[in-house]
Each structure stands twice: as C-alpha cells, then as structure tokens.
C-alpha cells in the first residue's frame, strides 16, 4: 500500500485545547509509519497550503508533541480564509492540488468551527471534481459550541469553566463593595449569534441571588425596558448586580447593539464591545457606578483552568480524525455523542460534513428561563459534565510552563503563489 503524508492546519480562533487535537491527530499519524508518511502542518492554516509554507512535525520529539496537549493557542499559527467555490475560485484549487502532489499528501485534516467544515467540505470534492485522491476530515473545535451533531465543541468546555469562574469571583467582588462602591459589573464573553458561553456564566449561580443575576443571550432579544427594570431590582434585592453578555445581542431592529461597521475576514459583522454599551445605559437610566470587563482572548487561551472533559474530547477526537482516515473514509467529521448525564458519558460518531458545513447549533428555548435572563436547569445538567476536572499544565518559576515548537519549514517545489 502507497504510504501518503499528512496535512494538518488550525483555522479559526483558537482554544486552550486545539493544541491537544493537533497532538492526538500527530501522535496517532505517527503509530502508522506503514500508511503515513509525514504530518505536514500549514502555518498559519490554509494558507500554508496555499502558499507551500508548510512545517516538518517529525522534526519535533515525542516530548515536544506530547507537550501541545498542555498548551493553548494554536501551536502552527492559525488563519480566517474561506475558500470560494470551485467554480468562484479554481486557481485555489489548482494550486492546492499541485501542493498536495509535490508533497506526496492524501490525507487531509482541518481543525476549526463552521467556516473551516465548508473548506474541508470543499476540500473533499477535490477528488471527485479534479480527479485527485484526498482524503479530508473535519476536526472540531469552536468556543461557541455551535458545530450540529456533536454534543459539544471541544474549546467550549475551557472557556466555559474559565468564564463561570470567573464571574463568580468578580461577584465576589462586587458584593463586598456593593454597599458604598459598585453596584454593577458587566462581563462580556463571546458569542456572536449562540449564547453557549453566557450560559455558562449561569453556572457560577447556585442559589436565590448568587451571581450573576441577569444574562443576555443573542437568542433573545434585547428588551431595555426589561432589562433596566431587573437590574434596578437586584440592586435593591441584594445590594448589586452581576451580568454576563454576549458579545452578539441585538437590539429590536435585529441589529447587534455593539456592531462597528466593520467586518471581518470570514464577511462577519466586526463586533465592538458590548459591555461599555450596557454599562453606559445602566449609568443614564438608572445612576449607578459600574465596572465592567471584557473576558476577550483571555477566555479562549486560559489553559491553566482547563476543563479535564475538554482535554480529553480535544485530545480523543484528533486521534479519531486519524483512525476514520486510515479507514479509507471521506467528508466526514468525528462528533461527541452524549450517552448519559450524570456521570457524564459519552462516545464519539462520525458526522456527514454536508450536515456539518454552514450549520449553526443555538441555544434551544427550554435552555432559556421563561423571562430570557438566565438559565434553565435542563441548561445547568447539558453544561455542568463540560466543566468537570482540573488537567493543569506543568508550572516553572510560577507561571505554566508551555510548550513552543521550533516549526521548522518543508522545503518549497513549486513556484510563488499569491492569495
């Protein structure tokens, strides 16, 4: 049997555990020597295959590999490109074949949310649409936890602990400040159309006026009046008051209430910061003192309170990318399936990427409280699994001691190649 290298590339905002993907996919590659060759890894994602700028993994130990499991961010840079159609753009696909045969790689693995499904969708039509063999599968990953099919993302589970942490340590804060200071802290986590990480926030509250108090999902729609008169309650409830919002809700217009103008590389409305918005409303209609803080990139690269159940999915699904590849199959990508809650079980299926692609998983209503504010307790038993266990990272001279590659180049065949 023809013994083909490997392509593996990051897409998209990173985790805190895409690193223990790539490691699962890289480790797994490497126990085949017979059906895989190299594992090649895109810098900087597509466009490293785009460009030929691709990296020689077996150049890095076992030490080294194993040690991306540990370590957040994307370990061989990552990009937002999204490949036209084929039909849009066939000198992309061209060329990616020409990379792909100057290389000798047949196998195709793309790790990323609902815009690197579509490249990888497109990626493996290659063989039927221009005649060259590839096998492409999707590796999930998303902090927004809104991939279908799989029961969650792996990149969720961290974020989600890091910001219910997180916010129930500024509660803290605020109510011991709340009598003479504070009344009011706003944080604002991401979620551009899915209010997953704001749910999460809910996790930090356990009882009869535990923050937060109040969370605004972009499911919902932002009712101000609503909105101010729950706030004012709390205030006079408790003494203060602790929100959690997306980076995503939208006024009754349908307009986000935080939206630049600008767009970003993916076409994707550029969001401008939410929290100073809510703050300054509270500060007009009501007069209280505000604080508020975005959790921003710090959210999504706090491997060192890294759920253990996202380790383990990140870690499990990259090593079945592998598996359903040597299996000789196409398009498809490995999926979390939930067997039961409590304790939390689960497996791993494969999902069509055509059911996968261009498909976004919202929030459902009965995750929602009645009033649209808070979470539900069938929302609390779907999060509460994703956040379990502690799989901290080594620590030298107090701080986390992360791993970082030498990312040595291939040596370029072909000629320049711009995008």
């Not at 000198?91 to 609902?114: C, Q, W």
């Not at 219910?164 to 109510?175: L, Q």
């Not at 991401?190 to 605004?216: D, K, V």
Request: with cysteine; proline share 5%; net charge negative.
């Amino acid at each position: 049997m023809t013994v083909k290298n490997a392509f593996y590339a990051q897409s998209g905002g990173v985790t805190a555990v895409i690193n223990a993907s790539a490691a699962g996919v890289i480790e797994t590659a490497r126990q085949h020597p017979d059906r895989i060759g190299k594992v090649y890894a895109g810098r900087n994602g597509i466009i490293g295959a785009l460009t030929e700028d691709l990296i020689d993994t077996s150049l890095e130990s076992p030490e080294n590999i194993a040690a991306l499991r540990h370590t957040p961010s994307g370990a061989f840079g990552s990009c937002r490109y999204k490949l036209k159609s084929l039909e849009a753009n066939r000198a992309e696909y061209e060329r990616l074949i020409e990379v792909f045969k100057a290389h000798n790689i047949g196998y195709f693995f793309y790790n990323g949310g609902g815009d690197s499904a579509d490249t990888c969708l497109k990626v493996s039509q290659l063989a039927e649409k221009m005649g060259y063999p590839i096998q492409a599968i999707h590796v999930p990953k998303t902090v927004d936890n809104d991939l279908p099919i799989t029961d969650c993302c792996p990149g969720f589970g961290s974020v989600a602990k890091y910001v219910a942490t997180s916010i129930r340590e500024a509660g803290f804060d605020v109510a011991s400040m709340g009598a003479t200071s504070t009344k009011v802290f706003i944080l604002e986590v991401m979620g551009r159309h899915a209010g997953w990480i704001t749910a999460a926030c809910g996790l930090a509250s356990e009882g009869e006026g535990q923050p937060p108090h109040i969370l605004l999902f972009p499911e919902v729609q932002f009712d101000q009046v609503k909105f101010l008169a729950r706030v004012d309650e709390c205030v006079k409830t408790y003494g203060y008051c602790v929100i959690g919002v997306s980076e995503g809700i939208k006024n009754s217009d349908g307009k986000f209430l935080s939206e630049t103008g600008l767009t970003d590389a993916f076409g994707h409305a550029q969001l401008g910061g939410v929290a100073p918005t809510i703050a300054k409303l509270v500060k007009d209609e009501l007069g209280y003192k505000y604080h508020w803080a975005v959790a921003d990139y710090l959210q999504r690269a706090a491997r060192h309170i890294a759920s253990k159940v996202d380790v383990e999915q990140a870690y499990a699904l990259g090593q079945a990318a592998v598996n359903i590849a040597l299996e000789g199959k196409n398009s498809v990508m490995p999926a979390i399936r939930r067997l039961q809650d409590a304790p939390y079980q689960w497996d791993i299926i494969e999902a069509p990427l055509k059911d996968v692609a261009n498909v976004e998983k919202f929030m459902p209503r009965e995750f929602i409280s009645e009033d649209g504010l808070h979470i539900t307790e069938a929302c609390r038993r779907y999060l509460s699994p994703l956040i379990q266990g502690e799989d901290y990272p080594p620590f030298k001279n107090g701080l986390p001691d992360y791993v970082r590659l030498q990312n040595l180049a291939v040596e370029r065949k072909l000629p320049e190649f711009k995008i």
